[in-house]
């Protein structure tokens, strides 16, 4: 029996009594799903997708925990124009909460930080940048703060924020054309408060309708109670969580890298105004990585090699938010 099938045989009876279109209810009494399916449906979508090596899901006290290092093996910072001047470096066993029981609440809440994680491990923002948005914003198109429109993200759709920590801002198209079960049914990452990532259609193959996505891009769904999807117009993928979160301070997050000698780190990059050409991310065999670009006709780049120590990298840069000045140091995740 196939895992959907299962699912459904056991908690179809009970979502079906959602109500289409109101805000969070789900019938009183009723089971969202049992722990155990919950967590062998967040195994099988990293599993399926061809993730597992690089991300680890365990599931404990009510949660599944998917670790990874956010650094997916996928094209990286190409197509740039808005850049931060943050170059995406790994992080240190990133570990992203899901629960088990999810349950609908009755309020969207935002976030400054991610949302959710991608089946491959890595973090999943709302499309705005620097920023929390605000309910009100909800229901009304950000564009000053689109990272898509405003050319900030690469062509797989994400970039690396104020911690060097790549993430997504809306549809992971690079991931997706990786992923070994690729296709409308497959869950393509999940929300803090526990339900499950769709693509653009229904699970099923069908198109969704206008209007029927709520303002996180969700919608009631007979097997997990509620899902989110991705979309070709904004919000593009989720925005706010419909469902219930214990404690929305402790949802991860990726520090920026502090310097191996002590003190502060560094200060985040400022992007440069009206954007810069040309910019490309390059990985080779030693270790180094470089993000080269120009900015009004002057070259600029950011460049780290790991270092001896564990988590540490060795970083030159000379950027526009530096007054162009090469700037050298060793900083640690
Ligand atoms: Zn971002």
Known sequence: MRLENLLLSVCGAASLALVLGSAAIIPTGAVAHEDDLHCAAVIASVAEAGFADEVAVECESGQAVLTSYTYPDHDLMTGIVGTNEQIPVPANAYAAPIPLQPVLGTTPQTRDAALGVAVNGVPIYDYTGGGEMSIADLSDHQAQNDTLLTQQLDVCGGHAGRGDDYHYHVKPVCMIAQMKNAGDDAIIGWAYDGFPIYGDNNPDGTPIAAAVLDDCNGQPDGTFGYRYHTSTDAPYIVQCLMGGVANMEQLPSVAPLTPAVGGRGMEPGRPPRGGVDGLTFTQD??????????????????????S??????????????????????????
Do not use: F, H, K
Not at 285 to 305: H, I, K, N, Q
Not at 308 to 333: F, H, K, L, M, S
């Open 308 to 333: 001896q120590t564990p988590n540490c990298y060795t970083y030159e840069t000379r950027t526009v938010t530096n007054g162009g000045d090469i700037a050298t140091g060793e900083y640690c995740r």
């Open 285 to 306: 065999a030693s270790g180094l990585r470089s993000m080269d670009y120009s900015y009004e006709g002057e070259a600029y780049y950011m460049r780290y090699t790991p």
